[in-house]
C-alpha cells in the first residue's frame, strides 16, 4: 500500500500556512501539494480580518470556488474595480480563471471566513493596487 492508495487527513490546526498571500489575505491550506499527495486541486480556507481587503489580483489559469461561511463579504471586479457582487454566510461563488478582483470584508467588527478551491492549483497573481477610496462602500475597520 502506498500514500496514493489511502485518504490523507489534514486534521484541524495542522493545515499548512505557507501558501502565496494577497495583501496579508490569511490563507490556510487543507488539502494541497505542500503536505498532500494532490496534483490538481486546491483546498483551503481564507479569513480577512474586519474591514480588510485583499490587494487586487487573479489566479490565473485557475478556477476558483468559494463559499463564505461567516461575515459579509464584496467581490470587486470589471474596469477599475467599479463593478461588485456582495455575499453572505451561505453564499457560494465562481471566480473565472484570469479574472482581476479584491476580495473586502464589509464588517468592521467580524471576521469574513471562506472555504475556497481551485484547479489546477493555488496560483495567486497579485497587481497594482488601488486606494480604498476607489471601492464603492468599502471603508477600513
Not at 491550506?29 to 481587503?53: C, E, I, Y
Not at 470556488?65 to 454566510?89: H, P, Q, T, W
Not at 475556497?116 to 497579485?126: D, F, G, L, Y
Request: aromatic residues 10%; hydrophobic residues 35%; proline residues 7%.
Amino acid at each position: 500500500m502506498t500514500a496514493s492508495d489511502r485518504p490523507i487527513v489534514t486534521r484541524g490546526g495542522e493545515e499548512g500556512t505557507g501558501t502565496n498571500q494577497s495583501g496579508g489575505l490569511a490563507f490556510v491550506t487543507g488539502v494541497g501539494p505542500q503536505h498532500t499527495s494532490a496534483t490538481k486541486l486546491w483546498f483551503g480556507k481564507a479569513g480577512n480580518k474586519p474591514g480588510f481587503r485583499s490587494l487586487p489580483h487573479h489566479h490565473g489559469e485557475a478556477e476558483t470556488g468559494a463559499y463564505l461561511m461567516s461575515g459579509r463579504a464584496r467581490i470587486y471586479f470589471g474596469e477599475n474595480y467599479k463593478e461588485f457582487v456582495d455575499l453572505a454566510a451561505g453564499d457560494f461563488m465562481f471566480v473565472p480563471p484570469f479574472l482581476p478582483h479584491l476580495e473586502a470584508n464589509m464588517s468592521t467588527s467580524e471576521d469574513a471566513w471562506w472555504i475556497a478551491c481551485r484547479s489546477p492549483e493555488n496560483i495567486i497573481v497579485n497587481l497594482p493596487d488601488v486606494p480604498d477610496s476607489s471601492l464603492a462602500g468599502y471603508r477600513r475597520a
